[in-house]
C-alpha cells in the first residue's frame, strides 16, 4: 500500500509540476506570432481610415523590433486615456492538411491600440490586454499618426 501511495505521488508531482501554466501577461511571447505578420495596416482612431499600410518583411522586422515587447510591462487603462490609433496586424490563413495553397485573403490575427500616455492594448482571440509601453515605443508608434 505504501509503496502504491508513492508511485501515486511521483506521477502526480511530475503532471502538476510539468504543466506549467503560460504567463499570459508577458507579451513577448506572442512575438512570434505577430513577427509572422505579412502586412500592417495603421488605422486612425478619428475617421477608422487606413493612414498607411506596411507590407514589406524588412519595415514590419524593424516595426516590431522598435515595440521593445520586453519592456511593456502590464498594467490597467486609465479612464482619460484616449485612443489615438491602432495597428492591425493580417497574414494569410495556414495552410491545412487538405490544402495545397492559401487562397491570398489576409485576415487581422492581433491589433494594438495605441493610447496617450504610453499605453497600449493588444488584443488576439479572445486574449485583451493592457500594457504600459517605453516612452521611446510610445514615441515611434505616436508618430505614424501625426
Known amino acids: 500500500m505504501k509503496r502504491i501511495f508513492l508511485i501515486i505521488t511521483a506521477i502526480l508531482t511530475l503532471l502538476l509540476g510539468g504543466c506549467q501554466a503560460k504567463d499570459e501577461t508577458d507579451i513577448s511571447a506572442y512575438s512570434d506570432d505577430i513577427a509572422k505578420a505579412q ?59 487538405t490544402q495545397t495553397d492559401t487562397d491570398g485573403e489576409l485576415h487581422t490575427v492581433a491589433t494594438i491600440t495605441l493610447y496617450d500616455g504610453s499605453y497600449i492594448g493588444f488584443e488576439t482571440g479572445n486574449l485583451h490586454m493592457t500594457f504600459e509601453v517605453s516612452e521611446a515605443a510610445a514615441e515611434y508608434l505616436n508618430g505614424y499618426f501625426m
Open 39 to 97: 502586412e500592417i495596416s495603421v488605422v486612425s482612431a478619428d475617421s477608422s481610415e487606413v493612414l498607411e499600410t506596411i507590407s514589406s518583411k524588412d519595415d514590419i522586422e524593424h516595426f516590431i523590433q522598435t515595440l521593445d515587447l520586453k519592456k511593456w510591462k502590464f498594467t490597467t487603462l486609465p479612464d482619460n486615456a484616449a485612443e489615438i490609433g491602432s495597428f492591425r496586424f493580417a497574414q494569410e490563413e495556414t495552410i491545412k492538411y
